[in-house]
Structure formats: C-alpha cells, structure tokens
C-alpha cells in the first residue's frame, strides 16, 4: 500500500523505512516508509494534525529541537542513515534545508538574512558573500525587487517578499534538499502564485518537499504526493495519478473534500 | 418612564445611573438594594478610600523625604563641592574622591558581575535541561537577592579581604559589590533571553549553526541591549549600598583620588554614614552630610533611570 514513489527516472534521494515518531508517550507517526525521488517535487497532503509536518521536521533532524521526543525506523539521505550516531546533525542540515510556516526573516538587513548562512560556515569576504546573496535572491526571484535596498529591515518587505527572502537565506547553504511547510499559509493569492512558480523552478536543482492542507496547490506545484491521515501514511504515488484515481477510500474522501 | 409596566432594558439601566430624576421615576423593583448589598457597598467604598489613603501616604513620604534631601542638600551643591578634596576629616572641602571611589567601584563591579551573570543566564536558559539543577539554581538566585547586604560585606571580608589577602581594597569592594549585583542581573539576563521569540532560534539552527552560533548571532545581539538595561538596575542598587564595602574597602579619610586596585577607597555612602555619625559635633555639619546625600541619590536615580528608560526603549524597538 505504502510503496514509495513510482517513478523509474528519478532515483531516489530520501528513503523512509519503518518510520515511528512519539512526542513523549503519545506516538504521532506509525510505520512511514516513504522514498522521495530527487529534482522532483514531493507534496505531503493531509488534514491538520496527521502528522506531515513532524514528518517533514525529522527529514532534517529539527524535531531534536523539542525535548522528549523519540524515533525509531531509518531515514537515509543518499543511502546514509541521518540518525547514524556519528552523523554531525549542522552537516545535515546544511544539506537539507528547511523553511519554516512561521519563517519570518531576521530582524536584520536583507543582506545579513541571506548572508547569515554562509557566514556560519566561515565565509567572510564581501564580494564572495554578495555573490552568494545575489545569486540566492535571483533564484526566488526577489534581486530585481530589492536589489537597491539590500540595506533595509527585512521586517519591511510585504509579506509574499518575506516568504521568498526565507527560501532564499535556505538556497544561500547550498543544500540538496529543500522542506517546505506551508509556504503560502499566510501569503495573499498573487504572492501565492508567485511562490508557486518558484517551486516549480527550484526542483531543476533541488528536491524539494512541501507540506500543504491545500489540495489544489499541491494538485499544481507536486509531481508526487503522499496522503497522510491521522500519523499513517496512507497513499502514495504521482500526483496526476492520486488525484485523479485514488486507490484507497480514505484518500477520495479527502481529496474529495468529504472531510478535512 | 413613559411605559412603566416594560422590563428594564440595559439601555434604560446606564442612562438612570446617570440622571437622579429618571432614576427616583424608574421601576427598579427586581433591581432595588437590599440591606445586605447597602452594607457591602459601604465597605467597598470604606475600603476603596483606605486604599487609596495609604496610597496617598506613600507618596507623602516620598515626596518628603526628596523635599527634604534636595530642599537642605541642593543649595551646597557647588562645582567646588564636586570637584575638591575633601579638608579636616570631610568637615569642610569637597567630595570629589568618594564621587570618584564609588564611581570606580561601581564600574569595577559592574564589569565583573555582567560577564559572569550573563554567562550563567545563558547557560540556564539556552543550554541547561529543565530539571532540578535549573530550578536549585533559581532558587539560590533569588536567595541571594534576597541576602541583606552586610552579608555579602561579611562574606567579601573573609573571602577577598583576608582569605585571599587583597587586603581592604577597591579590588575587594568590587568583588563584594559584584557578588551582590549578581542576582538582578541574572534574574535580568534570563527576561531578556526569554523575550527572544523561539523562531530565531530555530529558523538559525535550520541553516546549519550549531548552538553557539545560534545564540551567538540570533538571540545575543537582541537581547544584550535588554540585558545591559536590567544590569543597571542592579548596579543602582549596589551604588548605594554601604554595609558590602564597609569591611571590604571604605576609606574614613583619604583627601586624594584612588591611585591602585589594591588601596582603599573613599565612597560616598561610606562618606556620608561617616560625616553623620563619626563627628562629635555632627549638626554642625548638616550641610556637608546632604550636600553628599544629594550626590548618592542623584546618582543612584540616575542609574535606574537609564536603566528603566533604556530597557522601555529596546522594548518598543524589538517588534515581536
């Protein structure tokens, strides 16, 4: 039922195997096994509380953030088990970026947001950080925008602006991966288009995952989706497919709109 | 009113509060107080103005006492006063080396107390697992805000003074006034860190920062304004004090400003216990004795006052 992605071209980059997660006693995912193939878009639909966003949060190990949790099951990144003891937690998600539903930006300059990240590994020259910066602000698509107020409060950028600055102080690492929870949760219809069309760009370079309760949005930007439904993962497979001819009953239900 | 059998709508209930005529024309039978409720409603207007009195009478005494400091103190307050030595034990001259021991002290400790208590606010808020450790630690924290202050002076005479042989010293005061400043400044220090929303940290550790990096780039450069505004708080109230540098490094009489770490110095609540109660004829010298309270206040005042408008300033500028 729950057999991974199906499409022969994309090799696989993430590989979920037997996936259990609890927040102190009370167990949130059961048995995930999921493979998210590389430079495609992986969509995680589902109703609030089913568990995607916690899902998406061990893909880079940030559930580590919230004590008392506990996980057991594999999750290989490029066949390396991320939860290997030995595995330095800053290298992974240097490689597995994620942004945030609330990711609002720094209080800091545009400039300082995007530069935060290189900064960290060491890179302290101007003109290698600007290049890193324009470069990261061209791909969300934000240079032609703020190119002559790099200076400014990012806090006064509108909000779809704010959205992508996020995405690119990600892009700025360099990862492979990007996670994506509710992008365009707080963002107007117009700013949403336009973080939409990113998406679509972006797995040119990147495997991106983005969680969304949109259906139409994962419908739009998503080559595959994955249905979870109170902490299991219920169906899975491209998204033309899932959405056009679910297989289970549950996922027509919902694609269906019969409940949220 | 016109339609006396209609129930009483809230309308008509606000307006009659306000006008007696409609009140006195108005049914209020379902309404109308009853003996118990006169009672209760005296006392609660009884208890109203004793409130208030004793509200009243604390700023009567407030007032007072500055009427009486500065009333007494302002007029001998002079760029001579400020600026010279003191002559005849501190019966006539100036005040210039205790404006200048206290000066030295207070900085001294300040700059020994911030590092130390920002450094443990960080370890307890950002690092420490919540657990009995953290919660012994917090308690110790506010016991010793709570400790009186010949305490620490007792304390800093056997550790710094004679254990550790700084002997009664600027050094030693410092110490002394640092352990005191301590709590207000880790108690200070955790707010600050604390109002730094969670986001910060984890949209920082999202990028790859370890914990250092995150703290160091995300969450100090907006708490540290915050912190140092609390400090000040507790500094003020050390500035004051009299009894941590009584053992620890108070000078009666030394009509020349501080020339080392390890020599006594003159302070100006030292100064002022000193002109009041060590002199056979201590009336005669009022003057010098308020000239010297308005110095201490004005300094101790100015210190919180920066500290409050400073810490309200960074409030409103963080916009979280």
């Known amino acids: 039922m729950v057999s991974g992605g199906q499409d022969r071209d994309a090799p696989s980059k993430i590989v979920v195997d037997e996936l259990d997660f609890w927040y102190g006693t009370r167990q949130v995912l059961h048995g995930i096994n999921l493979r998210i193939p590389a430079r495609r878009i992986t969509a995680l639909i589902g109703p609030s509380n089913c568990g995607k966003s916690t899902f998406l949060h061990t893909l880079n190990r940030m559930h580590e953030i919230v004590a008392d949790t506990r996980l057991s099951g594999t999750i290989l990144l490029d066949g390396q088990d991320i939860h290997h003891p030995a595995v330095d937690v800053v290298a992974l998600r240097r490689r597995v970026g994620v942004v945030f539903q609330h990711s609002n930006p720094f209080p800091k300059s545009v400039f300082d947001n995007v530069a935060y990240g290189p900064r960290l590994q060491g890179i302290r020259q101007r003109e290698a950080l600007s290049e890193i910066v324009q470069r990261s602000l061209q791909q969300v698509g934000l240079w032609d925008e703020v190119k002559d107020r790099l200076a400014r409060h990012a806090w006064d950028l509108s909000g779809g602006q704010q959205q992508r600055l996020s995405i690119a102080r990600a892009l700025a690492v360099d990862p492979d991966v990007l996670l994506l929870d509710e992008p365009a949760a707080a963002l107007d219809p117009r700013a949403t288009v336009h973080i939409e069309d990113l998406i679509g760009q972006l797995c040119e370079r990147y495997t991106v995952v983005v969680v969304t309760h949109n259906m139409q949005q994962a419908a739009r930007v998503s080559h595959f989706t994955a249905f979870f439904y109170e902490g299991r993962l219920i169906e899975t497979g491209p998204t033309n497919r899932i959405f056009s001819n679910p297989r289970e009953q549950q996922t027509d239900e919902y694609i269906t709109g019969r409940f949220h | ?320």
């Not at chain 2, 207007?45 to 604390?58: D, E, I, P, S, V």
């Not at chain 2, 307050?77 to 600026?83: H, S, Y």
């Not at chain 2, 507790?234 to 030394?254: D, N, Q, S």
């Not at chain 2, 000193?274 to 010098?288: F, G, K, N, V």
């Open chain 2, 1 to 320: 009113m016109s339609e006396p059998t209609e129930p009483v709508a809230p309308k008509d209930f606000s307006a009659r509060s306000r006008s007696r005529a409609d009140a006195v024309a108005a049914p209020i039978a379902g309404l109308r107080r009853s003996r118990p409720a006169a009672v209760a409603a005296r006392r609660e207007a009884g208890l109203r103005w004793l409130l208030r009195g004793a509200t009243y009478g604390m700023l009567a005494v407030i007032g007072w006492i500055l009427l009486d400091i500065f009333g007494k103190g302002l007029p001998v307050i002079t760029w001579q006063f400020l600026t010279d030595l003191p002559r005849a034990s501190g019966a006539a001259g100036g005040i210039l080396p205790a404006i200048a021991g206290t000066c030295c002290l207070v900085a001294g400790a300040f700059a020994l107390a911030l590092p130390l208590g920002v450094a443990s606010a960080i370890y307890l808020n950002e690092y420490a697992a919540p657990g009995r450790f953290v919660a012994w630690t917090r308690l110790a924290i506010s016991t010793l805000a709570g400790l009186p202050p010949i305490v620490f002076g007792l304390f800093g005479l056997g550790l710094f003074v004679l254990f550790l042989q700084f002997g009664a010293s600027l050094l030693s005061g410092c110490l002394t006034l640092a352990c005191m400043m301590l709590p207000t400044i880790i108690v200070g220090s955790e707010e600050a860190l604390r109002s730094v929303p969670a986001f910060l940290r984890h949209g920082s550790l999202a990028l790859g920062a370890t914990p250092w990096q995150t703290i160091r780039y995300n969450v100090l450069p907006y708490a540290l304004p915050h912190m140092v505004a609390g400090a000040l708080l507790g500094v003020a109230r050390a500035a004051g004090e009299t009894a941590p540098i009584l053992f620890t490094a108070a000078a009666f009489y030394i009509p020349r400003l501080p020339q080392s770490i390890l020599e006594q110095v003159m302070s100006l609540p030292y100064h002022l216990f000193a002109l009041t109660t060590q002199y056979p004829e201590a009336a005669r010298i009022r003057s010098m004795q308020y000239g010297t309270a308005v110095v201490l206040l004005t300094l101790v005042l100015g210190l919180s006052l920066v500290g409050i408008v400073l810490r309200n300033h960074f409030r409103k500028k963080l916009r979280w």
